[in-house]
């Protein structure tokens, strides 16, 4: 075992990185497919007007995902005495899924995502949304994890 592990484990945040591949393709393949999909059967001004609640859904599906285990939950429990220090990674994860899964959708080529449908107060409230959904999503997965705690 070598020295950074030692340092992950000791300290009380460092193990919720360790999924953060995970929660971050999870957000990012879901925003794109769900956009994609999206594309085929909507006018492209609704799809952009759509797409911050779509970006902003799967942004609390990251941060869902990023602490629904009960090893991660437990550390983000332990971390909630310390107010949004706790709640900042899966935030952080919910704003870099906005931006990925956007830059992968422009790259892409989706046409909702043209300068004339898609402006800039879009991408921030697509981007803002994400942030405050992702922990949002880790909220919900604290709150599930104590009613489960509390049924049994």
């Not at 921030?124 to 604290?142: K, P, Q, R, Y």
């Amino acid at each position: 075992m070598g020295p950074g592990k030692d340092i992950a484990k000791s300290s009380g945040m460092g193990g919720i990185w360790r999924p953060l591949p995970r929660a971050l393709l999870t957000g990012l393949f879901g925003t794109v497919v769900l956009a994609l999909f999206l594309q085929n059967f909507l006018a492209d001004r609704l799809l952009a007007g759509l797409l911050p609640l779509v970006v902003a859904f799967n942004g609390a599906v990251a941060g869902f995902t990023l602490v629904k285990r009960p090893d991660r939950l437990a550390r983000l429990l332990d971390a909630t005495t310390r107010g949004f220090a706790a709640w900042w990674p899966p935030a952080a994860l919910g704003g870099l899924c906005a931006l990925l899964s956007l830059g992968v959708l422009s790259l892409l080529g989706l046409e909702a995502l043209s300068r004339e449908f898609f402006g800039v107060v879009l991408l921030v409230l697509a981007c803002l949304g994400s942030l405050i959904c992702g922990a949002g999503g880790a909220w919900i997965a604290v709150k599930q994890a104590e009613l489960a705690q509390a049924k049994s």
